[in-house]
Nanobody, 126 residues
């Protein structure tokens, strides 16, 4: 059974930084995509960033230049370094993983991922 566990959430002031981690277990994907999504109450879960097995990364425009997604394959761990945080970044952050052929771009929609973590809350105060 594939399992993902996020950590690293918490409270931070505007302009501060936070690093999220997501540890995966139980999978043997050679080619895959990792992704971070976020969700606030009453809104749809939003794609934030993705990374594929070759290390190619993509970001939603609102976090481009502030957030960095990375992966440590040896530790089966995904990271999201978040800098210059803003109140609009306040959300529950979820990691997800999906086996995806190396020739394809990582999905940006919810339905593109079948395995999810439980989420970690990030709150940015002004």
């Amino acid at each position: 059974q594939v399992k993902l566990v996020e950590s690293g959430g918490g409270s931070v002031q505007t302009g501060g930084s936070r690093k999220l981690s997501c540890v995966g277990s139980g999978y043997r994907y050679t080619d895959h995509c990792w992704a971070w999504f976020r969700q606030v109450p009453g809104k749809e879960r939003e794609w934030v960033a993705a990374i594929d097995s070759d290390g190619r990364t993509t970001y939603v425009d609102t976090v481009e230049g502030r957030f960095t997604i990375s992966e440590d394959n040896a530790k089966n761990t995904l990271y999201l370094q978040m800098n210059d945080l803003k109140p609009d970044d306040t959300a529950m952050y979820y990691c997800a993983i999906e086996p995806v052929p190396a020739s394809r771009y990582c999905p940006r929609q919810l339905g593109g991922y079948s395995v999810w973590g439980q989420g970690t809350q990030v709150t940015v105060s002004s």
